[in-house]
């Protein structure tokens, strides 16, 4: 059973780096693309974006300029890191895997989710 | 982006009830749309994918249908276990956009 879980700090000042990691269980992270979604609480779902295994990545325009994915498939780990964060960064913070390997549609396994607040 | 809009934004119905969600794209989308059910306080979980195919170990009251860029999921029978939010989401082209979302309630 594959299994994920975010981690990282639940709160993070104004102007400086959320960073999260999500740790993959059960299975490689080798052939599969993973996907950061938030969830601002109360809101709706927003795709961040993706990361194949290779590094490859796709990002949510809206947030490209300070969102960078990250993979290690050494400790089977995916990273997140968003700069500049201001309040509106405040959400839940998901990763998820992608169901078909080699290619992203829909996302089959996520972990139980991490909130992140932007307060000072 | 492709905007993605779903209807009604909340429903409430009974157990048994026959409950119809829909989700429209902004412009062609083939059928690359995919349905989630989340609950308060949980991760989405994926139900339907390619617009119509049934996620493993989704109950099969759980349907998905395309009419160009309409989609619809039905609940057919719907259960107590069921009352949660649904979000439809799209995966032709960058960046993938969700649905606002469909909260569906107890009367």
């Known amino acids: 059973q594959v299994q994920l879980q975010e981690s990282g700090p639940g709160l993070v000042k104004p102007s400086e780096t959320l960073s999260l990691t999500c740790s993959v269980s059960?299975?490689?992270?080798?052939?599969?693309?993973w996907s950061w979604i938030r969830q601002p609480p109360g809101k709706g779902l927003q795709w961040i974006g993706h990361i194949y295994s290779t590094g490859r990545t796709d990002y949510n325009p809206s947030l490209e300029r300070r969102v960078t994915m990250s993979v290690d498939t050494s400790t089977n780990q995916i990273f997140l890191a968003v700069s500049s964060v201001t309040a509106a960064d405040t959400a839940v913070y998901y990763c998820a895997r992608c169901s078909l390997k080699g290619d992203c549609y829909d996302m089959d396994y996520w972990g139980q989710g991490t909130l992140v607040t932007v307060s000072s | 982006d492709i905007q993605m809009t779903q209807s009604p934004p909340s429903l409430s119905a009974s157990v048994g009830d026959r409950v119809t969600i829909t989700c429209r794209a902004s412009?062609?989308?083939?059928?690359?749309l995919s349905w989630y059910q989340q609950k308060p306080g949980k991760a989405p979980k994926l139900l339907i994918y390619a617009a119509s195919n049934l996620q493993s170990g989704v109950p099969s009251r759980f349907s998905g249908s395309r009419s160009g860029t309409d989609f619809t999921l039905t609940i057919s029978g719907l259960q107590p276990e069921d009352f949660a939010s649904y979000y439809c989401?799209?995966?032709?082209?960058?960046?993938?956009?969700f649905g606002p979302g469909t909260k569906v309630e107890i009367k």
């Open positions: 412009q062609y989308i083939s059928s690359y």
């Open positions: 059960g299975d490689s992270v080798g052939g599969y693309f």
């Open positions: 989401q799209q995966s032709y082209s960058s960046p993938r956009t």
